[in-house]
DNA sequence: TTGTGCCTCCCCCAAATGGGGGAGACGCGG
DNA sequence: CCGCGTCTCCCCCATTTGGGGGAGGCACAA
């Protein structure tokens, strides 16, 4: 069972490239090639490819775009690799949401590329090494990009931090209270302090700061309540 | 600059094998080795490694709380590949929580092992692609687990929708009234039909709803206030 | 036509919240 | 010893919030 392939690039030489490269491999058959985004939604749907490389920065349509269309209205089979020659930074979260299976830098090595391609044929994902780790930071939310908020927060003292775990529980005062173990006017202060330490104004802008802080996590938590 | 390397498995075959497999790299030199959790902290405090190679299953203490005991108390640039014979599931999260940088299955080819501590000594990320797969599908949202919210979700109207995003983005209901041009009155009466028929009590717990059940996502909104 | 649901706005009122003070107790370091 | 930070609790008070009603307009379907 050989492995369809899209490559999608505005530069021929590049395309060219990455196109030679997998064409080689004995289970890979580069069905077709595009320059830009709407071409490369016309070839998905005719060709029906397992794997689309997709670059970023094209006319006419941007990979980004491309790829969420493609995936919505075409088969949800088709896996998708995006390629980018920057930096990934702000593309990333957007690709990642738009359903792409990998995210890898063009200097990537060919075998590297290769393996790529099986792997999200297989059900996989591949990204690259920073994009894992700024995902895997981004889920334990232990890694800095979050500085900012790391630093606000070590501006409260420990009781004052347990309290606004407690307020992202969507806990009221009294509740605080009894978790804690301590007087209603008590939490009342350390709520006051927590807000105005961290600039905020009411609870709900505390609970809003625990989770972009990552303070509190999705999935901690039931929403019982 | 030689990477510093130390591995960790219960079974004394099983480190050895990936021990030689590391040792055979120039630039590679495994320091130690341990059988066990305990061992394996007094190890790492001992030789400094660059990258451990971490069990899970192990006697005494498990890789996972060995991990987090590390990359705790000692040196931060320690970087930590978790290593399972099973279908990597419930450890994950635990795993990436307690810091490690890589989670890989036992069975990686030699040549992608020696990769993937280079890739974590260089301050990337490994992951096998399940997994990566998963945590993408986590932080896209796409996953589902959301199913009794989404339910919950649509009872309501499109306009309590939009307050509920409001509410999410801690805005008073003043401020919501502006921002959806309408009466205080209106936002008030709004609120009210979101928190009963979510079954909450006031807009902190919504904002948590907001967050649990993915109509709001970290990272989407900036915590300036 | 007669609902029925949705959006809009109003009233009153009790409860919770947030801000401003102050104060006692404790421990830690200068 | 004294100051400082932290945790604990108290007072007063303005504002917000949330719950209970009601009501008009509008669109859409029975």
Not at 59 to 77: C, H, R, V
Not at 114 to 141: E, K, N, Q, S, Y
Not at 155 to 173: I, M, Q, W
Not at 176 to 198: D, M, P, R
Request: negative net charge; contains cysteine.
């Amino acid at each position: 069972m050989t492995l369809r392939i899209l490559v999608v690039d505005d530069q021929a030489l590049v395309r060219r490239g990455f196109a030679m490269v997998l064409d080689n491999e004995p289970d890979m058959h580069v069905v077709a090639e595009s320059g830009t985004g709407v071409e490369a939604i016309e070839a998905a749907r005719e060709h029906r490819p397992d794997v689309i490389l997709m670059d970023i920065r094209m006319p006419e349509l941007d990979g980004l775009q491309a790829t969420a269309q493609i995936l919505e209205t075409q088969s949800e089979s088709t896996r998708v690799i995006i390629l980018t020659t920057f930096d990934p930074d702000e593309y990333v979260y957007q690709a990642l949401r738009a359903g792409a299976s990998g995210f890898v830098l063009k200097d990537i090595p060919p075998e590297s590329l290769v393996a790529a391609v099986r792997t999200v044929a297989d059900g996989g994902a591949m990204l690259d090494p920073t994009v894992t780790r700024r995902l895997i930071g981004r889920f334990a939310g232990t890694l800095s990009a979050d500085q900012a908020y790391a630093e606000r927060l070590d501006r409260l003292t420990e009781r004052e931090t347990e309290v606004l775990r407690a307020l992202a529980d969507g806990k009221s005062n009294r509740e605080i209270a009894e978790t804690l173990c301590i007087g209603a006017a008590t939490v009342k202060t350390h709520v006051s302090n927590v807000l105005s330490k961290l600039d905020l104004r009411d609870r709900a802008q505390a609970v809003v700061f625990a989770y972009e802080c990552g303070l509190a996590r999705v999935g901690e938590r039931d929403v019982g309540f």
